[in-house]
């Protein structure tokens, strides 16, 4: 997976104001030997959780909501449109499959992390 120019120092800075941040992914948690290693390879020290929603035996939002999470940033739209029926502000990394996907309320588009 490619790493995102500009994130490891935009989250620094969230996280040293103070900034819980957890990665919440679709993944199988027989993954996670992969997935940490790949997390703590590229983004050191920045996120104190990993959660996975084994394939979404449990919707993002749900998982969000319970962890208490009050932004999300995704790329799907599913996930990003689960994440607002639960009421956290959720926010759309830029990807060709999400540019119709509409802003307001809580909603908010990133094209990058510069």
């Not at 120092?9 to 990665?23: C, D, Y």
């Amino acid at each position: 997976m490619k790493v995102t120019s500009g994130a490891y120092q935009v989250l620094i800075g969230i996280k040293e104001q103070g900034a819980k941040l957890t990665v919440l992914t679709s993944r199988f948690e027989n993954t996670s030997e992969a997935t940490e290693g790949w997390v703590c390879a590229n983004y050191p020290g920045i996120f104190s959780d990993i959660i996975y929603a084994n394939g979404m035996s449990h919707s993002k939002g749900d998982i969000a909501r319970r962890v208490g999470s009050n932004l999300h940033i995704d790329d799907a739209p599913k996930h990003l449109d689960d994440i607002r029926r639960q009421g956290i502000d959720a926010v759309a990394f830029s990807a060709p499959w999400n540019q119709s996907w509409v802003l307001g309320q809580g909603r908010y588009r990133a094209d990058s992390f510069s």
